[in-house]
């Protein structure tokens, strides 16, 4: 499957798909073993208020939950 989204710096590369899920992780160089290990992952945003979720939209989580 083809990535959408592909973010690296030479040292980190991660691949998302359509859907905003993390499908390959490398660290700390590419080609080294895929951290994600063939399973999708979500991507969240941390806050001191709240947790941000990346997938088919943005979703807000309360941190006091």
């Known amino acids: 499957m083809a990535n959408h989204f592909v973010l690296g710096n030479g040292g980190l ?27 999708l992952c979500g991507l969240a945003v941390l806050t001191p208020h709240e947790t941000l979720w990346l997938g088919d939209g943005w979703e807000s989580c309360s941190a006091s939950r």
């Open 13 to 39: 590369l991660i691949n998302f798909n359509g859907h905003a899920n993390i499908t390959d992780l490398y660290f700390p160089y590419v080609g080294h073993k895929n951290h994600v290990g063939g399973h």
